[in-house]
């Protein structure tokens, strides 16, 4: 009796039938009220304006955190596994990328994934940000992530074993046990929490990318200037009210969308389960046909029974299909708010094929169908529940309480202000050296080694000519010591020729630094080194160091406290955590002015009434996804995310937007973008950002009117950056996008995001 069809419809939502929808303007009479508001309005404006000096900061070139850095050999984990190493990131950053190093390439073409975990008392826990999956290669693989902003502290970097041997480039001889951990995991199936695990002294070459956004080194801020216009309108407004009908609006209830999926019926009947929100009348059935094959068709609208549909409560007369939507009439009917089915059917008996009719995925829910024999029965006996989900819905208006229901009239007003600005700039010359850039290792490493006497030099590369400002070393223990620290040619294999000096300095715990005269250099390699300023006393203070085994040539001894000219033993493994600040050279010694502008602001205000009818329709209904679904992830702060659906009928308008938020605390902002080819376009309205909590959250957003049919995106930040903001999901395919953000404001438009296959469970309500 059923006949799937191979007919795939392209589409733009998928899921269960709980999306509602206003199809098209309401009928004229004698279902509808006609409102005419009449009335004059007085409006007194008192406009202020006020400059705000905001400091945007650029991100400064960017650094890695992790091991950046060879092993001494390669170990391959089994298939099926990932792997994960703790690492700290020193400072607030912006990670954008992860790299890991790969001895061999698998002998068959396989993906391997890299992801970041949050740091639970040493193990691994909650899922980040993740890589897409990419091919294997031999040497460096770098895989790009979303841009994601996380605060200083310990994360772990993990990578998804391929499902053959790969080759994994590993530093295994001074690990410390409990920093590796590694959990059953395969590219494309990365768990959002790590779980139990296991744990290792394996230490892999792999490190994330991430650029500054505070501390050391600082960006260099932008400033920009934003006005914020102010007024105070009063307004005495006078109508009159004229109403028809207790019959209002024009509603929607049941699958108006058009799923990604066909069936044609050949004999008998399918029902499909929808849900009436409020008391009302019905007037249509609406059914979507893919392919007609020259049949008719007939539609019917049951009782539940429980667990299917019972009993015919009216039928349409049988009707030539035609491809896309097809309009069933049926007899006024009124009923109760409350579960219901619609049914539809080949009404050409024994003739075959019949239409066919288009469907959500057959899995949306095992128990949303039910199929009969015989063409619209009067009791609905077959066989189901099943998962046969049709694009079908009933077309309703609202009861009033009354024969002669008055709605109010609430008037509202939009000032806009125009500003304009008069600028004056006072120009103040500074150094032709600009930005704060650092060369070295700016990280903390995993070992120390005390230096007692002599000199310990480590080897860097400055990647563009630079003028060198200050040192930097990392002490563990400073066994109240002095220091002194200075930068080196390249000489051969080994430091050569002293540049610049620091003076002595008191060793503390952390971060030292060592002032040098600002001291112009070219783009080449260089040595930084470091000694016990108390000579001959021991043990001097003690510096950490990457793992021994980084690259047995980036070390050199001396046994001189920074000597003119660097002589003594090595190369050696002493890759030490020291790095060097450094400003870029200008082209001349011309120098830069900074101008400072002085703004003299003016306002021009205008002031828009507009007139809401209360109520304009029965209750707002759902456009968007309703109902929690079968999947939960977390999603990190600082990301716009959204999720596109189809309108089917309009207009419309929007009066709030709401999200299921499944975890986690915070704030959370929402807005509305059109549809721009696939990917949000412009920016109809948003809300303020408001403090959620677990379940569904409301967001009033200004009223805004939408056309269809049409592709709309709805999307949310949130401000959550630790454990991130947990949020119903299900997997479709190119209906969701993801771009950073901040949640003081969505952009008029959008701009380098990506398409992902996210479609989180939020909705707009809406008015016809």
Known sequence: MKRLSLLLLPILLTGGFFLTGCPGNPPTSPNNPTNTPTGTITIVGTPTGTPTRTKTPICAPYYSFGKNVLGSGPLAPSGGIMVANKFNLPVYGNVFRLDVFLASAPVSATDIQMSIYTDNGGAPQSLIVASTQQAAVSGWNVLDTPQTI???????????SPSSSSGINLSNDYGTTGDCHYTNASPGSLPAAFGAGSSTDWNFSMFADYCALAGSPTPDPTETFTFTPTATPTNTPTFTETVNSSCQGNYAFGNNFVGPSSVGIDNGSFATRAVLPVGATVTKLHCYITTTNGRHYKMGLYSDSGSGPGTLIAGSASLAAATGWNTADIPDTTLPAGTYWIAGSNADSGITPGPVFATQNYGDDATDGYSTFGIIP????????????????AEYCVLSGSPTPVPSVTWTFTPTATPTSTPTATQTPNLSCTGSYAFGNNFVGPSTTGIDNGSFASRYVL????TVKNLHCYITTTNSRSLRMGIYSNSGSGPGTLIATSATLVAAVGWNTADIPDTPLPAGTYWIAAANDSSGSTPGPVFAMQDYDYDSSDGYASSSIIPSTFSGSGPVAYTFDFYADYCVVGASPTPVYTATWTFTPSYTPTFTPTITQTPACGGPTAFGINATQGSTSTFGGG????SAFNLASGPVTVIRLNAYVASGTGNVRMALYTDNAGVPGTLKTQSNALPVTVGWNNFPVPGVALSAPATYWIGLIHDNYGTAMGFSYSSVTDHG?????????????MGSGINWDYVLSVYADKCP
């Open 150 to 160: 996380l605060p200083s502290g310990d994360y772990w970097i993990a990578v998804t």
């Open 378 to 393: 009067s009791t609905f006996s077959g066989s189901g529940p099943d998962s046969y989900t049709f694009d079908f819905y």
């Open 463 to 466: 990647p563009v000519a630079g």
């Open 639 to 642: 990301n716009y995310l959204l």
């Open 737 to 749: 996008y993801l771009q950073g953000g901040s949640i003081t404001t969505f952009p008029g438009s």
